[in-house]
């Protein structure tokens, strides 16, 4: 394998880790993220009553801590929006390997998820990567639909 190959195939196993990892915390991130939006609309309303004298052009700095916390809530809320398109999307099989091998507390083995919705542990398999490809392209992970390209001196 030439060195471009071998890259590219480590950015696929690293970008598919990762979103596997997001697909488990999924259902942590969700709950998250929804007590997050409740806070703060709680606290829009005292927020909104802040009112800027003539002098001054800008509002008060928010603490870092703040701003950081809303910058990774955006993170979380837009890796979220996406499992939930990749949900409404899915039959009701994909659905359920989903939230067997992702979503339970418990997560099951590829073996068992095969089992749970009668197919066999190659289709398993054919579909799980089928449904992380989506979710590549939908986090905008991939370009294009090769990973890599070897080019040839010539």
Known sequence: MTQQKQTGLQNKKT???FIEKQLRDYP?????????????QDVAPTLSCLHLSDSQQTA?????ELVELAQQMDKISWFVQGIDDL????????????????????????WQVANLIYISRTEFYRRRD?????????????????????ERAG
Request: aromatic share 10%.
């Open 15 to 17: 970008r598919r880790t």
């Open 28 to 40: 942590a991130n969700k709950k998250l993220l929804e007590s997050y939006r409740n806070h703060n």
């Open 60 to 64: 008060p700095e928010q603490p870092l």
């Open 87 to 110: 949900l409404t999307i899915v039959s009701e099989e994909e659905r359920t390997l989903l939230e067997a091998r992702y979503f339970a507390p418990r997560p099951q083995m590829a």
């Open 130 to 150: 089928t449904l992380l490809a989506w979710l590549e392209k939908r986090f905008g992970l991939v370009v294009e639909d090769t990973d890599y390209i070897v």
